[in-house]
């Protein structure tokens, strides 16, 4: 969650490791930020309200029994039921959006036929784009 935007941060920011912008218009380039913005928007928000709601229980916090996190803000027992049904709903739009994302990516790659998906692969400058295609 903290590692993956500093790295595509410090990526964009380093020429031999930039991603050539995709050839698309300029609306598909702002709907295309709107939804990696809300992306990750989503799942920061999906993290503070599962502290939120475990603190909201009074049961100690164990991270997968490897530490324990201590509360660092009381949160009242009546607002747990509030809190789960947020991070529930949160879970949902995530997932929904998360797929719509995978959709869009595969139109782009079988439909429009453009470098989108290809962008994506890990040693993209070295597959020809011809074998890609097929």
């Known amino acids: 969650m903290i590692v993956r935007p500093l790295w595509r941060f410090y990526c964009q920011r380093q020429p031999h490791l930039a991603v ?3 050839e698309s218009s300029t609306s598909m380039r702002i709907i295309a930020h709107a939804v990696h913005g809300l992306l990750y928007l989503l799942l920061f928000t999906q993290v503070v309200l599962g502290f939120l ?6 049961e100690p916090f164990n991270f997968f029994g490897l530490f324990d996190i201590p509360t660092f803000i009381h949160v009242d027992t009546a607002l747990r039921h509030t809190l789960a049904g947020l991070h529930n709903n949160v879970a949902w739009a995530l997932i929904s959006l998360a797929g719509a994302h995978a959709l869009a990516a595969l ?5 429009l036929r453009d470098n989108v998906l290809r962008r994506m692969l890990p040693l993209r400058d070295s597959m020809p784009s011809a074998r890609i295609n097929e």
């Not at 139109?107 to 439909?111: F, G, K, P, Q």
């Open 53 to 58: 709601f475990r603190w909201s229980q009074q």
């Open 20 to 22: 050539a912008p995709a």
């Open 107 to 111: 139109l782009h790659h079988y439909v």
